[in-house]
Protein backbone atom coordinates (compact mmCIF):
# COMPACT_ATOMS: atom_id res chain seq x y z
CA UNK A 1 0.00 0.00 0.00
CA UNK A 2 1.18 3.46 -0.96
CA UNK A 3 -0.22 6.99 -0.90
CA UNK A 4 0.95 10.63 -1.54
CA UNK A 5 -0.27 13.50 -0.04
CA UNK A 6 0.04 16.59 2.17
CA UNK A 7 -0.27 17.13 5.09
CA UNK A 8 -0.23 18.91 8.54
CA UNK A 9 2.01 17.80 11.65
CA UNK A 10 0.26 17.41 14.82
CA UNK A 11 2.12 15.58 17.26
CA UNK A 12 4.73 12.80 17.28
CA UNK A 13 6.22 10.03 19.67
CA UNK A 14 9.37 9.19 20.06
CA UNK A 15 9.70 5.29 18.64
CA UNK A 16 13.50 3.63 19.48
CA UNK A 17 17.02 5.35 19.50
CA UNK A 18 16.07 7.96 16.33
CA UNK A 19 12.40 7.33 14.81
CA UNK A 20 9.17 8.93 15.91
CA UNK A 21 5.25 8.11 15.46
CA UNK A 22 4.07 11.07 13.12
CA UNK A 23 0.69 11.82 13.67
CA UNK A 24 -0.38 13.75 10.48
CA UNK A 25 -3.76 15.17 9.36
CA UNK A 26 -3.52 14.92 5.43
CA UNK A 27 -5.58 15.92 3.14
CA UNK A 28 -7.24 13.25 0.94
CA UNK A 29 -6.45 10.32 3.25
CA UNK A 30 -7.40 12.17 6.83
CA UNK A 31 -5.49 12.09 10.13
CA UNK A 32 -2.97 9.00 9.66
CA UNK A 33 -0.10 7.78 11.97
CA UNK A 34 2.97 6.57 10.49
CA UNK A 35 6.74 5.99 11.29
CA UNK A 36 9.47 8.65 10.50
CA UNK A 37 13.03 7.00 10.56
CA UNK A 38 15.45 8.62 11.70
CA UNK A 39 12.54 12.01 12.49
CA UNK A 40 14.59 13.03 16.27
CA UNK A 41 17.39 13.77 13.49
CA UNK A 42 18.65 17.34 13.30
CA UNK A 43 17.63 16.95 10.14
CA UNK A 44 14.17 16.04 10.24
CA UNK A 45 13.22 17.24 14.20
CA UNK A 46 12.99 20.90 12.85
CA UNK A 47 9.81 19.49 10.44
CA UNK A 48 8.02 17.53 12.97
CA UNK A 49 7.17 20.59 14.40
CA UNK A 50 2.69 21.09 15.44
CA UNK A 51 1.58 23.07 12.58
CA UNK A 52 3.85 22.56 9.86
CA UNK A 53 2.48 21.30 6.19
CA UNK A 54 4.27 18.28 4.81
CA UNK A 55 4.73 16.51 2.01
CA UNK A 56 4.70 12.96 2.72
CA UNK A 57 4.32 9.61 1.34
CA UNK A 58 3.20 6.45 3.34
CA UNK A 59 3.94 2.77 2.78
CA UNK A 60 3.00 -0.07 4.58
CA UNK A 61 2.84 -3.81 3.39
CA UNK A 62 -1.09 -3.84 4.55
CA UNK A 63 -3.54 -1.19 4.87
CA UNK A 64 -3.79 -1.90 8.27
CA UNK A 65 -0.33 -1.73 9.62
CA UNK A 66 1.17 1.48 10.99
CA UNK A 67 3.12 2.23 8.15
CA UNK A 68 6.03 4.31 7.43
CA UNK A 69 6.37 8.31 6.19
CA UNK A 70 9.01 10.09 4.09
CA UNK A 71 7.74 13.47 4.73
CA UNK A 72 9.64 17.14 3.32
CA UNK A 73 8.41 20.24 4.68
CA UNK A 74 6.01 22.32 2.45
CA UNK A 75 5.72 25.15 4.57
CA UNK A 76 7.46 25.98 7.92
CA UNK A 77 4.78 27.38 9.46
CA UNK A 78 5.39 26.74 13.44
CA UNK A 79 9.18 28.87 12.72
CA UNK A 80 6.92 31.64 11.57
CA UNK A 81 5.34 32.05 14.70
CA UNK A 82 7.92 31.55 17.14
CA UNK A 83 7.99 34.65 18.40
CA UNK A 84 4.76 34.69 19.23
CA UNK A 85 3.42 32.37 22.30
CA UNK A 86 -0.03 32.52 21.64
CA UNK A 87 0.21 31.28 18.18
CA UNK A 88 2.08 28.79 18.99
CA UNK A 89 -0.53 28.02 21.33
CA UNK A 90 -2.84 28.23 19.12
CA UNK A 91 -1.55 26.03 16.51
CA UNK A 92 -1.01 23.49 19.29
CA UNK A 93 -4.79 23.76 20.11
CA UNK A 94 -5.80 23.77 16.66
CA UNK A 95 -3.94 20.33 16.34
CA UNK A 96 -5.30 18.97 19.66
CA UNK A 97 -8.94 19.71 18.18
CA UNK A 98 -7.80 17.81 14.97
CA UNK A 99 -6.32 14.60 16.83
CA UNK A 100 -10.38 13.85 17.82
CA UNK A 101 -10.74 12.72 14.62
CA UNK A 102 -10.89 9.18 13.68
CA UNK A 103 -7.59 7.69 11.90
CA UNK A 104 -7.96 7.26 8.27
CA UNK A 105 -11.31 8.96 7.69
CA UNK A 106 -10.82 12.33 5.20
CA UNK A 107 -12.31 15.98 6.19
CA UNK A 108 -10.55 17.83 2.95
CA UNK A 109 -12.65 20.95 3.17
CA UNK A 110 -11.77 21.07 6.93
CA UNK A 111 -8.49 20.16 5.97
CA UNK A 112 -8.63 23.58 3.65
CA UNK A 113 -9.97 25.24 6.76
CA UNK A 114 -7.01 24.45 9.15
CA UNK A 115 -4.63 25.28 6.52
CA UNK A 116 -6.64 28.55 6.15
CA UNK A 117 -6.46 29.51 9.86
CA UNK A 118 -2.47 28.52 9.73
CA UNK A 119 -2.19 30.89 7.23
CA UNK A 120 -2.84 33.68 9.88
CA UNK A 121 -0.48 31.99 12.60
CA UNK A 122 2.14 34.79 12.52
CA UNK A 123 -0.37 38.07 12.06
CA UNK A 124 -3.31 39.61 14.24
CA UNK A 125 -5.96 37.92 12.97
CA UNK A 126 -4.75 34.53 13.93
CA UNK A 127 -7.32 34.59 17.26
CA UNK A 128 -10.20 35.35 14.86
CA UNK A 129 -9.10 32.80 12.19
CA UNK A 130 -9.29 30.32 14.75
CA UNK A 131 -12.65 30.49 16.07
CA UNK A 132 -13.48 30.40 12.93
CA UNK A 133 -11.69 27.40 12.23
CA UNK A 134 -13.52 26.10 15.44
CA UNK A 135 -17.15 27.04 13.63
CA UNK A 136 -16.49 25.20 10.85
CA UNK A 137 -14.88 22.10 13.12
CA UNK A 138 -18.70 21.83 14.69
CA UNK A 139 -19.80 21.98 11.30
CA UNK A 140 -17.71 19.31 9.87
CA UNK A 141 -18.74 17.03 12.64
CA UNK A 142 -22.11 17.25 12.23
CA UNK A 143 -23.02 20.48 15.21
CA UNK A 144 -23.17 23.73 12.97
CA UNK A 145 -24.37 26.99 14.55
CA UNK A 146 -26.64 28.85 12.84
CA UNK A 147 -25.52 32.66 13.25
CA UNK A 148 -27.09 34.25 10.55
CA UNK A 149 -31.11 34.12 11.61
CA UNK A 150 -33.14 34.60 15.18
CA UNK A 151 -34.24 31.73 16.08
CA UNK A 152 -37.51 33.41 17.68
CA UNK A 153 -38.53 36.06 15.23
CA UNK A 154 -36.28 34.91 11.83
CA UNK A 155 -34.68 38.31 11.67
CA UNK A 156 -31.24 38.92 10.05
CA UNK A 157 -30.56 41.78 11.78
CA UNK A 158 -29.05 42.96 15.60
CA UNK A 159 -28.10 39.35 16.44
CA UNK A 160 -26.61 39.28 19.51
CA UNK A 161 -27.08 36.25 21.51
CA UNK A 162 -26.55 32.48 20.48
CA UNK A 163 -29.22 29.95 22.29
CA UNK A 164 -26.72 27.43 24.11
CA UNK A 165 -29.28 24.64 23.57
CA UNK A 166 -30.04 24.93 19.60
CA UNK A 167 -26.68 26.79 18.42
CA UNK A 168 -28.91 29.29 16.74
CA UNK A 169 -28.63 33.12 17.20
CA UNK A 170 -31.03 35.25 18.79
CA UNK A 171 -31.35 38.97 18.21
CA UNK A 172 -31.55 41.75 20.84
CA UNK A 173 -35.36 42.18 20.99
CA UNK A 174 -36.32 38.61 21.50
CA UNK A 175 -33.54 37.40 23.72
CA UNK A 176 -33.30 40.61 26.25
CA UNK A 177 -35.65 39.25 28.67
CA UNK A 178 -33.66 35.73 28.76
CA UNK A 179 -29.84 37.01 28.47
CA UNK A 180 -28.61 35.45 31.62
CA UNK A 181 -29.47 32.18 29.55
CA UNK A 182 -27.71 32.96 26.82
CA UNK A 183 -24.59 33.22 25.03
CA UNK A 184 -22.83 36.80 23.52
CA UNK A 185 -22.52 36.67 19.88
CA UNK A 186 -19.51 38.90 19.21
CA UNK A 187 -19.99 40.85 16.12
CA UNK A 188 -17.61 39.56 14.09
CA UNK A 189 -19.02 36.25 14.04
CA UNK A 190 -22.64 37.57 13.23
CA UNK A 191 -21.56 40.14 10.68
CA UNK A 192 -19.49 38.29 8.05
CA UNK A 193 -19.05 41.03 6.21
CA UNK A 194 -17.38 43.04 8.62
CA UNK A 195 -13.76 44.73 8.47
CA UNK A 196 -13.64 45.21 11.84
CA UNK A 197 -10.96 43.62 13.46
CA UNK A 198 -12.88 42.23 16.74
CA UNK A 199 -11.65 43.22 20.08
CA UNK A 200 -10.21 41.50 22.91
CA UNK A 201 -13.45 41.02 24.43
CA UNK A 202 -15.00 40.08 21.36
CA UNK A 203 -12.66 37.07 20.95
CA UNK A 204 -13.06 35.93 24.67
CA UNK A 205 -16.54 36.02 23.79
CA UNK A 206 -16.37 33.87 20.53
CA UNK A 207 -13.89 31.25 22.76
CA UNK A 208 -15.93 30.94 24.72
CA UNK A 209 -19.27 30.54 22.11
CA UNK A 210 -17.33 27.61 20.66
CA UNK A 211 -15.92 26.07 23.41
CA UNK A 212 -19.28 25.70 24.99
CA UNK A 213 -20.52 23.86 21.91
CA UNK A 214 -17.20 21.79 21.56
CA UNK A 215 -17.57 20.67 25.29
CA UNK A 216 -20.86 19.74 24.79
CA UNK A 217 -21.20 17.89 21.57
CA UNK A 218 -17.78 16.87 20.75
CA UNK A 219 -15.74 16.33 24.27
CA UNK A 220 -18.67 15.49 26.39
CA UNK A 221 -19.75 12.22 24.98
CA UNK A 222 -16.36 10.72 25.54
CA UNK A 223 -15.99 12.04 29.00
CA UNK A 224 -13.22 14.57 28.20
CA UNK A 225 -12.67 17.74 29.25
CA UNK A 226 -11.19 20.29 26.43
CA UNK A 227 -7.56 19.99 25.22
CA UNK A 228 -5.89 21.47 27.95
CA UNK A 229 -4.09 23.35 24.87
CA UNK A 230 -6.93 25.19 23.88
CA UNK A 231 -6.98 26.42 28.02
CA UNK A 232 -3.28 27.66 27.61
CA UNK A 233 -4.49 29.37 23.84
CA UNK A 234 -6.78 31.68 25.63
CA UNK A 235 -4.91 32.25 28.36
CA UNK A 236 -1.75 33.89 26.30
CA UNK A 237 -4.35 36.13 24.48
CA UNK A 238 -4.79 37.15 27.36
CA UNK A 239 -1.39 37.71 29.04
CA UNK A 240 -0.96 39.33 25.38
CA UNK A 241 -3.76 42.39 26.19
Not at 208 to 234: M, Q, W
Request: proline share 5%.
Amino acid sequence: MRWVDDGIFLAGRPHGETSVIADIFTRSNGRAKGLVKGGRSRRLRPLLQTGNTLGVEWRARLDDQLGVYTVELARATAANALDDPSALAGMTALAALLQVLAERDPHPALYDAAQDCLAHASDASFSAAFIRFELRFLNELGFGLNLTTCAATGRADDLIYVSPKSGQAVCREAGEPYADRLLPLPAFLANAASAAAPSDAEIEAGLLLTGHFLAVHVFAESGKPLPTARDEFARALRRRT
